[in-house]
Nanobody, 115 residues
Framework: QVQLVESGGGLVQAGGSLRLSCAAS????????MYWYRQAPGKQRELVAT???????IYADSVKGRFTISRDNAQNTAYLQMNSLKPEDTAVYYC?????????WGQGTQVTVSS
């Protein structure tokens, strides 16, 4: 079984930065892709960014140029560097890993951006 634990969320003023981490533990096997999603109150969960095994990245239009996703394969960890944060970025952020043995979600970390 694989467990994902997010960290790095918190309260920040608009224009500030946060760095989220998603660490995997357990029987990690062949992580194919890592994803960051977010869900704001009353809204559906949405894809924020993804990074493939070769390092290719995709971003939601709303975060392009402000967020950067990266991964440390040796540590089985994904990161999301968030700069120039806006109040509309307020949400619970979740990581998701697609592996050769299944898909796994973290429990989420709250990000709150005050205006």
């Amino acid at each position: 079984q694989v467990q994902l634990v997010e960290s790095g969320g918190g309260l920040v003023q608009a224009g500030g930065s946060l760095r989220l981490s998603c660490a995997a533990s357990g029987s990690v096997f062949s992580i194919l892709a890592m994803y960051w999603y977010r869900q704001a109150p009353g809204k559906q969960r949405e894809l924020v960014a993804t990074i493939g095994g070769g390092g290719s990245t995709i971003y939601a239009d709303s975060v392009k140029g402000r967020f950067t996703i990266s991964r440390d394969n040796a540590q089985n960890t994904a990161y999301l560097q968030m700069n120039s944060l806006k109040p509309e970025d307020t949400a619970v952020y979740y990581c998701k890993y697609i592996t050769g043995r299944g898909n796994y979600w973290g429990q989420g970390t709250q990000v709150t951006v005050s205006s």
